[in-house]
Nanobody, 126 residues
Framework: VVLVQSGGGSVQTGGSLRLSCAVS???????????LGWFRQAPGQEREGVAT???????SYADSLKGRFTISRDNAKNTVYLQMNSLKPEDTAMYYC??????????????????WGQGTQVTVSS
């Protein structure tokens, strides 16, 4: 399973960015059996969960990000997205997409995030 990220970059406060994460190396037609998540890690800080989208498209977010970030998935393109609006300097971090094994029950708490993207830098300047 390979996750390849794109997007990211540098924006000013209040700007928007969209991250993409394409999943490959999986059996044909099985993408919809994966839940997916976005994480971020700022320098000197622990990695934190940003958002998760389940197999049925239901989404959950870190409380501090609700209303600004939106996770979505396109099962036809095997891709998950993270739309980030009203960005703030504290959103500056390396962002990662991740997936647990297929058919994982992601609603149960803490799925095993087994597969990871390469990371993409998001920098928000004031």
């Amino acid at each position: 399973v390979v996750l390849v990220q794109s997007g990211g970059g540098s924006v000013q406060t209040g700007g928007s960015l969209r991250l993409s994460c394409a999943v490959s190396g999986i059996k044909y037609g099985t993408y919809s059996s994966y839940c997916l998540g976005w994480f971020r890690q700022a320098p000197g800080q622990e990695r934190e969960g940003v958002a998760t989208i389940d197999k049925d498209g239901s989404a959950s977010y870190a409380d501090s990000l609700k209303g600004r970030f939106t996770i979505s998935r396109d099962n036809a393109k095997n891709t998950v997205y993270l739309q980030m609006n009203s960005l703030k300097p504290e959103d500056t971090a390396m962002y990662y997409c991740a997936a647990p094994p297929p058919d994982t029950d992601c609603s149960s708490g803490y799925p095993p995030w087994t597969y990871w993207g390469q990371g993409t830098q998001v920098t928000v300047s004031s």
